[in-house]
């Protein structure tokens, strides 16, 4: 079993400013981890996944996150944000081994953008 | 394309009322999956579905819940006697292969009152 914990529950930040949004994991097991973005009124989108290779992963919209295995951790980051980028961001972890790909997620950051 | 799609958007129940809740994933994705995201959480997983068969139903909160796919594409969920801790939204999202990325749905807006 995998647990994913997002520490905080609202990132206020300025626009234009660096952001990160954290994500620690548990889990017995190898894991696939993931960002998905919610905007209101709108369904979960991609951001970026890590399956296996370099730990950096570059993803959509300038979002940046980095697998650390020693602190069981994939953070999320972003040089400069926009207000567009107001919205709920979910970390999610699935099992290597298991076939069927469920996602565990956790409970969500609100990234809140002020001009 | 077109997305995953679930109707109706939003549904006003009575306790102990059935409901179902119906899934389109993407033409040709063979992997479906329901979650469900209570108010300020994260979604949690309910079922999967490789083709038409429930690969994996561990996540359905107990024999209330029930959901089909029978040709292998559309899906409804169906939950019986509905109690006000059903409120929630209900997300579906499809994937072409289990291993690759999950599309999700605008989701379900359930109310149970």
């Known amino acids: 079993a995998q647990s994913v914990t997002q520490l905080d529950s609202q990132v206020p930040v300025f626009e234009e400013a660096p952001v990160e949004l954290r994500c620690n994991y548990s889990s017995s097991v190898s894991v696939y981890l993931f960002w998905y973005v919610q905007y209101p009124n709108q369904g979960l989108q991609l951001l970026l996944k890590y399956l296996s290779g370099s730990t950096l992963v570059k993803g959509i919209n300038g979002f940046e996150a980095e697998f650390n295995k020693s602190q069981t951790s994939f953070h999320l980051r972003k040089p400069s944000v926009h207000i567009s980028d107001t919205a709920e961001y979910f970390c999610?972890?699935?099992?290597?081994?298991?076939?069927?790909?469920?996602?565990?997620f956790g409970g969500g950051t609100r990234l809140m953008v002020k001009p | 394309g077109a997305g995953v799609s679930q109707t109706p958007s939003n549904k006003v129940t009575e306790k102990g009322k059935y409901v179902e809740l119906r899934c389109d994933p993407i033409?040709?994705?063979?992997?479906l999956y329901w979650y469900r995201q209570s108010l300020g959480q994260g979604p949690e997983f309910l079922i999967y579905?490789?083709?038409?068969?429930?690969?994996?139903d561990s996540g359905l909160p107990n024999d209330r819940f029930f959901a089909v796919r029978p040709e292998g594409s559309v899906s409804t969920l169906k939950i019986q006697r509905t109690e006000r801790g059903d409120s929630a939204v209900y997300l579906c999202?499809?994937?072409?292969?289990?291993?690759?990325?999950?599309?999700f749905g605008p989701g379900t807006r359930l109310t149970v009152l």
């Open positions: 999610a972890v699935s099992d290597k081994d298991n076939a069927g790909n469920m996602l565990t």
């Open positions: 999202a499809s994937s072409l292969r289990p291993v690759d990325t999950q599309y």
């Open positions: 033409s040709g994705h063979t992997a």
């Open positions: 579905f490789q083709g038409t068969g429930a690969a994996d």
